[in-house]
């Protein structure tokens, strides 16, 4: 890559990589494999830099490759173990505000959706795509993507033991 190249990239990568993170958070729910996560998709986007004709489709190459990396990620042997502190406690019948006080006991209900609908459902309404946009970033159809939603938003139900409301 030229000195041009490397610039634009490095103002790129300065006015995103929080954004990317923050993504890649929803996506792993851990801080550490986020920054490893948002790594491997700007070393991919770096190494394709000269090869991208359209910059306006730059934020959707990065997205797909960050979805991907996450979804590689979780598919290795030793993600599928988690070690917890304490045995879950048994379910209660409270309503769903009292379960979900926090934006952090969402995000830990996340954790517990498949890889591919939890990289839906956080396309979808945490990043605010469409149902064109979603199947655009994995690379699927929009009826993927919506079957993909429809057993994501079940499963977040199941974990999180009551109605999950959304609106989109």
């Given at each position: 890559m030229d000195e041009r190249d490397e610039q634009e990239f490095a103002e790129y990568f300065a006015a995103k990589r929080d954004?990317?993170?923050?993504?890649a958070y929803m996506l792993c729910g851990d801080?550490?494999?986020?920054?490893?996560?948002?790594?491997?998709?700007?070393?991919?986007?770096?190494?394709?830099?000269?090869?991208?004709?359209?910059?306006?489709?730059?934020?959707a190459y990065l997205r797909k490759t960050l979805v991907r990396a996450s979804i590689d990620e979780s598919?290795?042997?030793?993600?599928?173990?988690?070690?917890?502190?304490?045995?879950?406690?048994?379910?209660?019948?409270?309503?769903?505000?009292?379960q979900v006080a926090t934006r952090?006991?969402?995000l830990v209900g996340l954790r517990e959706v498949p890889p591919k609908q939890r990289a839906v459902l956080?396309?979808?309404y945490f990043e605010g795509l469409d149902v064109a946009g979603v199947a655009k970033a994995l690379g699927c159809s929009e009826g993927n993507v919506k079957s993909q939603t429809a057993r994501g938003l079940a499963n977040?139900?199941?974990v999180l033991g009551e109605e999950v409301e959304t609106h989109g």
């Amino acid at each position: 890559m030229d000195e041009r190249d490397e610039q634009e990239f490095a103002e790129y990568f300065a006015a995103k990589r929080d954004s990317v993170r923050r993504t890649a958070y929803m996506l792993c729910g851990d801080w550490h494999r986020a920054d490893d996560l948002a790594q491997i998709a700007f070393v991919a986007l770096h190494r394709r830099w000269r090869k991208i004709r359209d910059r306006s489709a730059t934020d959707a190459y990065l997205r797909k490759t960050l979805v991907r990396a996450s979804i590689d990620e979780s598919r290795r042997p030793w993600r599928r173990e988690r070690q917890v502190e304490q045995l879950p406690e048994a379910e209660s019948g409270g309503r769903l505000d009292e379960q979900v006080a926090t934006r952090q006991d969402l995000l830990v209900g996340l954790r517990e959706v498949p890889p591919k609908q939890r990289a839906v459902l956080v396309l979808r309404y945490f990043e605010g795509l469409d149902v064109a946009g979603v199947a655009k970033a994995l690379g699927c159809s929009e009826g993927n993507v919506k079957s993909q939603t429809a057993r994501g938003l079940a499963n977040l139900r199941g974990v999180l033991g009551e109605e999950v409301e959304t609106h989109g």
